[in-house]
Every structure is written in structure tokens, then in C-alpha cells.
């Protein structure tokens, strides 16, 4: 009988740990799946102070716009923007009229990798590996991620931050033509994103599309505002439209939010 009992004793530890062993990895999946579900929650209730955000933006946008139309068709820094955004759009359409693979289609896929790559530094997630080619587009393997990560050639001019930056130490003579470069690569910029941002967007998919967009479309605003306002190319009136605007927006929905919510619901029921 001993030595039964002595057969039959790890058997039954073995169980034991077994069993604890299945309802740790149980009680973890549960709390992914809590955890998941949490992070969906606030991605959703973000969107709305985002998407009034941007809505804001763009009215302030387009209001400053009308409000100096005529200065803004005598600047040279409007027709930098229109004149790159022009000039990759006709090299675009001269490759596809001949069946051919737009050449500076490589250089804006090399940006978008890039700036993947970096982010994932400045994230503490630097990249494994990096591949640019023309046909075939590119691919960056990291060794983590994150939305920063993940969206960061959406909303981040990577060439136009980095002019920008090299600005401060050019001679101040030199500064008129730099920012004719500044807002040339600004207007590139802006190509590649029209042929990049797109709803079957794969980098959009992990943390939700409609989240992933939004979220971009925000970054975009704010940072190519704060461009324009640090080259000196924002109206001083701009910010308190904003402010103006975010208020009109916030009282209209507070006055038929509710009344809209309560018809939907009443419908429903």
C-alpha cells in the first residue's frame, strides 16, 4: 500500500497543477477580454471630443482661408503647397497613362516606412527590419507597437518637421526661399496622403478604422497648424475662432443632443 501511495501522490500533485495551471491562463484570458473590451469602450467615447475637435478646426480652417482669400492667392507659400501637390499629381497620371510605376512612388513608400521606423524609436520599440520597394510597396517589422506607431505616416509630414527644424539655423536671408522648401514638401506630403488614406487601409485595422482615422485626421490638423503658426503664416486670429467655434459646437449639441438621442431611442423602443 506504501508503495501505492507513493505512485499515486504525484500523480495527484501533477492534477493539482495542472488544474491551477488552466485557471490562471482562464482568469487571463478573462482579463484580456475585460481589458479589450475596456479599451474599445474609451476608443469609442473618444471619438466624439475628436470628431469635434476636428470639425472645429476645419470651420476656423476655412473661415481664416475665405477671410484672406486675396492674400492667400498672392502668397507664395499657398502656390509652394498647390504647385508640389500639382507636380506629383502629373507625374502620377503620366506613369498610369503608360502603364507604368510612378518613379517617386518609391521615395514617398520609403518615407512612409521610415516614419514608422522612427516612431518606433522615439516609442522604445525600434524596428527589426525595414523594406522599400516601387512595385511592391514596403514593410517595416517592429518589435512592438502602439497607435503612435501605427498611424504616425498619416499625421506626421516627416520631411516638412525635419525642414522645419534645420530652420533655425539657416541664415536669416536665406529663410524666404526655406520655407518655399518647407511648404513644397508639405504639398508632397499631401499627395501621398490622398493616395495612402484610405478606409481598407491596413494600419488602421488593429486599433479600429473609424478611431484610427480620426485620431490621424486630428494629429494632421493640429500639427500642420502649429506649422503655419510657427513659420509665421497663421493669423493672430485664428485660435479664438477656434475657441468660438468649439463653443458654438458644444451648445448646439447640448441643446438638440439630447432631444436627438431621446427620438432615436423612441424609435427603437
Known amino acids: ?96 497613362s503608360k502603364g507604368r510605376e510612378d518613379p517617386m512612388g518609391f521615395i514617398d513608400t520609403l518615407e512612409h516606412e521610415i516614419t514608422h521606423a522612427l516612431m518606433g524609436y522615439l516609442c522604445w520599440a525600434p524596428p527589426d527590419r525595414l523594406i522599400a520597394t516601387l512595385k511592391n510597396g514596403g514593410e517595416v517589422q517592429l518589435r512592438d507597437s502602439n497607435l503612435l506607431i501605427a498611424t504616425a505616416p498619416y499625421w506626421l509630414p516627416l520631411n516638412t518637421v525635419l525642414l522645419s527644424m534645420l530652420s533655425f539655423v539657416i541664415r536669416p536671408a536665406l529663410l524666404p526661399l526655406w520655407d518655399l522648401a518647407i511648404f513644397t514638401s508639405f504639398g508632397a506630403f499631401l499627395f501621398r496622403l490622398s493616395q495612402e488614406f484610405r478606409w481598407w487601409q491596413s494600419d488602421f485595422d488593429e486599433y479600429g478604422k473609424l478611431f484610427s482615422m480620426v485620431f490621424s485626421l486630428c494629429l494632421l490638423f493640429c500639427i500642420s497648424l502649429g506649422l503655419f503658426q510657427i513659420r509665421g503664416h497663421l493669423d493672430s486670429e485664428f485660435w479664438p475662432s477656434l475657441i468660438r467655434e468649439m463653443n458654438l459646437l458644444w451648445n448646439w449639441i447640448s441643446q438638440h443632443g439630447t432631444r436627438l438621442f431621446l427620438y432615436s431611442f423612441s424609435r427603437t423602443a
Open 1 to 96: 500500500m506504501q508503495d501505492l501511495d507513493g505512485l499515486l501522490f504525484p500523480v495527484t500533485l501533477a492534477k493539482l497543477v495542472l488544474s491551477a495551471t488552466q485557471q490562471q491562463q482562464h482568469s487571463i484570458i478573462l482579463q484580456e477580454k475585460h481589458l479589450s473590451l475596456i479599451w474599445r469602450s474609451l476608443r469609442w467615447i473618444s471619438i466624439f471630443p475628436m470628431l469635434l475637435l476636428l470639425t472645429a478646426l476645419f470651420l476656423s480652417a476655412l473661415q481664416a482661408f475665405f477671410n484672406a482669400f486675396t492674400l492667400v492667392l498672392h502668397s507664395p507659400i499657398f502656390w509652394s503647397v498647390l504647385g508640389a501637390f500639382a507636380l506629383r499629381l502629373s507625374f502620377y497620371w503620366i506613369a498610369a
